[in-house]
Nanobody, 122 residues
Framework: VQLQASGGGVVQAGESLTLSCTAS???????????MGWYRQAPGKPRELGAL??????????NYQDSVRGRFTISLNGARDTVYLRMNGLKPSDTAVYYC???????????WGQGTLVTVSS
């Protein structure tokens, strides 16, 4: 499975952005994914130390970092191969590289996208 993320950019505080991430690969591999999500990390720092922003299971259960709850919304498309992160009321503290993640409980490790940079100016 490969994950392709897009949607990052430069915005001013208070504005909105939507990130998207699409999984590609065999249908069986994609169907084996049981959750997708977004992590973020300050630019220049290792992805592995990033924090979970939001996650959603294929059954629709969601989880949010406290600092984004009420401002960000995570969703899945009907084919369950694309995850979106709608980010409203962006703050400078939201500036980070956002990484898409997908979990297959039967896989050796999670799948990761390449990261997309979000910069929020004050």
């Amino acid at each position: 499975v490969q994950l392709q993320a897009s949607g990052g950019g430069v915005v001013q505080a208070g504005e909105s952005l939507t990130l998207s991430c699409t999984a590609s690969g065999s249908r069986d591999s994609i169907n084996a994914i049981n959750a997708m999500g977004w992590y973020r990390q300050a630019p220049g720092k290792p992805r592995e130390l990033g924090a979970l922003v939001a996650a959603i299971t294929t059954s629709g259960a969601t989880n949010y970092q406290d600092s984004v709850r009420g401002r960000f919304t995570i969703s899945l498309n009907g084919a369950r191969d694309t995850v979106y992160l709608r980010m409203n009321g962006l703050k400078p503290s939201d500036t980070a590289v956002y990484y898409c993640n997908a979990n297959d409980p039967n896989a050796y490790d999670d799948y990761w996208g390449q990261g997309t940079l979000v910069t929020v100016s004050s």
